[in-house]
């Protein structure tokens, strides 16, 4: 029986290092699956909290932060050329809508319970950075889930339920009292931080690393 190394990776799905970190962890986890097996889990970070439903134009919201329309494009070509170099297709030209991401994370957290809360992330992910899609329509949220593998009478559940959106809260809190202030932020076996979306070289010596840990642990408890 393989040891099993718990990731939880704190993410927004707004966040193009997010986006990179997950695909480059997952290389990792590709790598070291003859030697582990693992189980990870999503939980949420809104990067932009203050956004109306309706979410904002996207560049002017970007090139605001940037500090101008010159580096929104520098900063985008450059995120857009990492981003291809792990196989991913950026299109922020077809993105015009910053969303406010607190009920996308609500159906993430939801489809934990239903054991394809990767799929939907993965589904989120593509949705805005890829396919242009709008995170802020409702009937387009219910869609992507559905794709997902979620029913939709669940997904309307979801998003009609104040508790859902309340739990966000509650996890984002947690994960600040953690000192978590950025992200894609990874916890490994609760006990490990790593921050950043690292090369998936590091991800591999990391996760190599802490699963010697847990097999020397797991050989001394049986000795005793």
């Not at 990792?28 to 999503?42: E, H, M, P, R, S």
């Not at 890829?130 to 889930?145: C, F, H, V, Y």
């Not at 593998?149 to 959106?165: F, M, Y």
Request: glycine letters at 8%; charged letters at 25%.
């Amino acid at each position: 029986m393989k040891p099993v190394i718990k990731i939880d990776i704190v993410s927004d799905i707004v966040c193009p290092w997010c986006y990179i970190g997950k695909r480059r962890l997952e290389k990792a986890v590709t790598q070291l699956a003859g030697q582990y097996d693992f189980n990870i889990t999503y939980h949420p970070f809104e990067l932009n909290p203050e956004l109306p439903e309706g979410g904002q134009n996207q560049k002017e919201y970007l090139a605001k932060r940037f500090g101008g329309e010159t580096k929104y494009h520098q900063i985008t070509g450059h995120v857009n050329g990492v981003a291809a170099g792990e196989g991913l297709h950026f299109d922020f030209h077809k993105q015009h809508i910053m969303p406010n991401t607190r009920k996308a994370h609500s159906i993430i957290m939801a489809a934990k319970e239903d054991g394809n809360q990767i799929v939907v992330a993965e589904r989120f992910f593509k949705a805005y950075f890829t396919d242009g899609i709008d995170l802020t329509n409702t009937e387009n949220l219910i869609s992507l889930a559905i794709d997902s593998g979620l029913q939709k009478h669940r997904v309307e559940d979801i998003l009609k339920d104040s508790a859902a959106a309340e739990q966000v809260a509650v996890a984002e809190d947690e994960a600040r009292k953690l000192g978590i202030q950025g992200v894609p932020f990874f916890i490994i076996n609760d006990r490990y931080g790593l921050s950043g979306a690292q090369s998936t070289d590091t991800f591999v010596s990391a996760l190599t690393e802490i699963g010697s840990k847990i097999e020397i642990e797991e050989a001394t408890s049986v000795q005793h």
